[in-house]
């Protein structure tokens, strides 16, 4: 695991035109723009898109952007001076007015289709035309591709404004939502968890919009006011932003015979994943054929390492479709996501969601989005009937990838070498009867304990004297295994690197957004510090506040414990 350095470097990037000269768009440069679209970016009104790979648009401003905060973690990873978040002109781009950018910047982002399946059933019906030529980026409008330090970074703006996929929507996105996303970027990356990247976020003193959501102190399922919420931008970054969702939009095309370019252009965005997403890992000596079944195999082990990460931490994607699907591997669209406190297996913060997108279904989930990455790769495939049999030779070993993935997680977050599944069985079953805090219960598993009394401060529900006695009954299989794996401070030290002390509590966040709608940035600035090490034993103060269990009345709030998509 990588985690955020305290200590500082030279910035090799300090002025807006030195950030510009950085500039390299191989998506455009080398992708199908959509034929209908126009040259300048005015494209703002939903309608169909036939072909072609994105949609030039150029973002909508924000009123009177003010900064919030950026990345100064990613800032210095990318070499980039903190002043830049600051300078007036690159505030302007990542705040939707890129008239303010030159060359070899463009005047112009662009924006991207896809298709949506659900746990590998297709669907257009949701598309307002019915034909799914309407699915794609509604709000998040890419607006700078380039090499930073070596690395292809793609740069996009969330609530830049409607694209000709908005469905009929504003194209924003409100201050809430995106503060949210923002810090939970940030704090995937402390842990270790692949993530698409935050850089900047600014709001705007004047524009907002109406969003249904919850009132004070409501215990609705569903919103029951709406709220006029400030218009931000959040920026996001990552090597792509291609999702499983857009390799099935062109395999679609194909198997339908839509135009007669449908085949290629699944070829050539096929091409531009492997490229973009997994170069330095595929032998560029081998046919395509060969490198197709080596893609399949690169993205079969980071989408079930993914997942895996994402049970170890407590995070629950919400909504993992396949158009939420990084086809890079990482985890991408920050919407109805949420972190589990009180442990449940079915733990699920979105409304919608129901227990097809639960916490310990995440992986049968991955598995349904891997499918639909199999099928749309495999027109790719027919004429070479050995590389077709390797490649559905992966498709099939998913399940058995994914399992051994979850059980070496298991393992690790037990400070265990081998996996056990009794004690693991035994142990769910007893977190759910003590309803136990799942980060707080394995930090204080992570100090090794020898009486169960030290885990009951995980506790929310009180416990009988026969459950305790089957807690000491386990907890003393359990050291007895820890124990015979060897040096216990070594194994204490591996389980605290594994098992986060803070994570993610939504009552904790509510109140950091609340106060930014106010236009006091001091909490969200605090949580991004706090989250950022989220590991280490931070000072008293911090601990008091963010160390400790749910309070009673958070449970089963309207937009704490629940929350709809509205964002």
Request: charged share 20%.
């Amino acid at each position: 695991m990588s985690y955020p350095s305290k200590t500082s470097a030279e910035p090799s990037v300090t002025t807006f035109d030195e950030f510009v000269q950085l500039a390299d768009y191989s998506l455009m440069d080398t992708l199908n723009a959509d034929p209908d679209a126009t040259v300048d970016g005015d494209d703002h009104r939903a309608r169909q898109v036939f072909s072609g790979h994105f949609v030039p648009v150029a973002p909508k401003p924000l009123a009177e952007a003010e900064y919030v905060t950026h990345s100064s973690t990613f800032f210095k990873e990318l070499g980039l001076s903190n002043e830049l978040a600051l300078n007036e002109k690159f505030r302007h781009v990542f705040s939707g007015d890129i008239t303010a950018a030159h060359e070899p910047m463009r005047q112009v982002g662009w924006a991207t289709g896809y298709a949506l399946s659900i746990l590998g059933t297709e669907y257009t019906q949701q598309c307002p035309f019915g034909t799914g030529n309407g699915y794609g980026d509604g709000r998040a409008i890419s607006v700078f591709e380039g090499i930073i330090n070596g690395q292809r970074w793609e740069m996009q703006l969330k609530g830049g404004g409607p694209t000709p996929y908005c469905r009929g929507g504003d194209g924003r996105a409100v201050l809430r939502s995106s503060v949210r996303e923002f810090l939970a970027q940030e704090y995937m990356q402390a842990l270790g968890v692949p993530t698409s990247r935050s850089l900047t976020l600014y709001v705007s003193k004047s524009e907002t919009v109406k969003r249904p959501w919850y009132s004070q102190n409501s215990y609705s399922a569903d919103p029951d006011v709406l709220m006029d919420d400030p218009v931000a931008i959040s920026t996001r970054v990552a090597p792509s932003f291609l999702r499983v969702g857009q390799l099935e939009l062109f395999a679609r095309r194909t198997r339908n015979n839509a135009h007669p370019k449908a085949l290629e252009e699944l070829s050539m965005i096929v091409s531009h994943l492997m490229e973009r997403e997994y170069k330095s890992d595929i032998n560029q000596n081998l046919g395509f054929a060969d490198q197709l079944v080596e893609l399949a195999k690169l993205f079969r082990q980071r989408l079930t390492s993914l997942v895996a990460n994402w049970l170890r931490v407590g995070y629950c994607q919400g909504n993992f479709n396949s158009d939420n699907c990084a086809a890079g591997g990482f985890t991408l669209d920050y919407g109805p996501f949420g972190f589990c406190e009180v442990f449940d297996p079915w733990f699920q913060p979105w409304t919608g969601g129901a227990e097809q997108f639960s916490f310990f279904y995440q992986p049968i989930a991955a598995e349904a989005n891997y499918y639909m990455f199999w099928k749309a790769v495999r027109p790719l495939l027919e004429e070479d009937a050995d590389a077709l049999e390797q490649f559905d030779q992966v498709g099939r070993g998913f399940s058995e990838a994914m399992q051994q993935q979850v059980q070496k997680m298991w393992a690790a977050k037990l400070g265990l070498t081998e996996f056990n599944p009794q004690l693991l069985k035994t142990l769910i079953q007893l977190m759910t009867d003590s309803e136990v805090d799942y980060t707080i219960f394995f930090r204080e598993l992570s100090h090794i304990p020898e009486d169960i009394s030290a885990l009951k401060k995980s506790f929310y529900g009180k416990t009988s004297q026969q459950l305790d006695e089957q807690w000491q009954s386990w907890l003393k299989s359990w050291r007895d295994l820890v124990i015979k794996d060897g040096n216990l401070a070594e194994i204490s030290t591996n389980m605290k690197l594994t098992n986060p002390k803070y994570t993610w509590r939504e009552w904790l966040i509510v109140p950091a957004y609340q106060q930014a709608m106010q236009g006091d940035y001091t909490l969200v600035k605090e949580l991004q510090e706090v989250l950022s090490y989220p590991y280490d034993e931070q000072s008293q103060e911090v601990e008091d506040k963010y160390y400790r269990l749910r309070p009673k009345a958070f449970f089963n709030a309207g937009g704490v414990s629940h929350y709809s998509c509205s964002s």
